[in-house]
């Protein structure tokens, strides 16, 4: 099982080989300014298992977690396509709304709470962490 998707204009296709290890949204101020002012909703795969085509542009920046975040979109579209933490470059987040519909991958924990703004909505089955947690994204072994 594994997933496809694309960024808004279809410049930029990604192929998904595995199963996601963990689904996260985070509201930190920087995905907020990717998200419009929402949380980004991440899934994390292993690095091995994503690849794409069309040309993506890299950034990066310090996290708010001390850690450097590298993240990729879609130049002509602006879509956010993928992103992942120096700390652990062996996962790649594949943000969910690139990912083709109808799947299955829904948030398991909302991570930087703390920087949300007054109006989120949390969910509270869900488990919320105020910043990064502790480890993650969690093995799946
Ligand atoms: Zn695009
Ligand atoms: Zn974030």
Known sequence: MGYTGRCACDTVQVVIEAEAVSV??????????????NATT???FP???????GELVWNSHKADSGNELHWAFCP??????????????????????AIDQPHDLAPQAIIWTSEAPAWAKL?????????????APPKTD
Do not use: I, K
């Open 24 to 37: 996260r949204q985070c509201w930190c101020r920087h995905c907020q300014h990717l998200a419009a002012g």
């Open 42 to 44: 991440n899934a994390f």
């Open 47 to 53: 690095a091995e298992a994503v690849s794409t085509t």
């Open 76 to 97: 002509q579209c602006g879509s956010q396509m993928l992103a992942y933490s120096t700390a652990r470059p062996q996962f790649r987040g594949v943000r969910v709304g």
């Open 123 to 135: 969910d509270p089955d869900l488990p919320h962490f105020a910043g990064q947690p502790p480890a």
